[in-house]
C-alpha cells in the first residue's frame, strides 16, 4: 500500500500559475507510475496527467497539453504538477494516484488502473 498526500492547491486567477505535489510514502518501491485526475462540481474523474516512475515517459490530457507539466523526484518519492496558464475550467478537486500494476497505452488514462488515491486538493481559478 503507497499513501499519498497532495499539496500545493489553492486560489489564483485566470492565466496564474500552482505547483501540486505529492509526496508518497509506504511501498513506493514498487510504484510503477504515478498520476494526477481532477474532479469538477457535478462531473466524473478526469485523468489529467501522468508519469512512469522508472524512465520519466509522461502522458497528458488533451485538454492540459503545453500548459501542464508532470515530473518526479525519486529521491523524495514525490510527483509535482506544474501549471501554467491555468482557466476558470481547470478548477476542480485534483487527487494524486499510484499503481504497482505495470500499465500500458490507454491503461495510463483511467483511474481503474490506479490502487492509490490520495485526499485531494482544490484548484480554484478565478475568471
Known amino acids: 500500500q503507497v499513501q499519498l498526500v497532495e499539496s500545493g492547491g489553492g486560489l489564483v486567477q485566470a492565466g496564474g500559475s500552482l505547483r501540486l505535489s505529492c509526496a508518497a510514502s509506504?511501498?513506493?518501491?514498487?510504484?510503477?507510475?504515478m498520476g494526477w485526475f481532477r474532479q469538477a462540481p457535478g462531473k466524473e474523474h478526469e485523468f489529467v496527467a501522468a508519469?512512469?516512475?522508472?524512465?520519466?515517459?509522461?502522458y497528458y490530457a488533451d485538454s492540459v497539453k503545453g500548459r501542464f507539466t508532470i515530473s518526479r523526484d525519486n529521491a523524495k518519492n514525490t510527483v509535482y504538477m506544474q501549471m501554467n496558464s491555468l482557466k476558470p475550467e481547470d478548477t476542480a478537486v485534483y487527487y494524486c494516484t499510484a499503481t504497482e500494476t505495470y500499465l500500458s497505452g490507454y491503461q495510463y488514462y483511467v483511474g481503474g488502473w490506479y490502487d492509490n488515491w490520495g485526499q485531494g486538493t482544490q484548484v480554484t481559478v478565478s475568471s
Open positions: 508519469i512512469r516512475w522508472s524512465g520519466g515517459s509522461t
Open positions: 509506504g511501498r513506493t518501491f514498487s510504484t510503477y507510475a
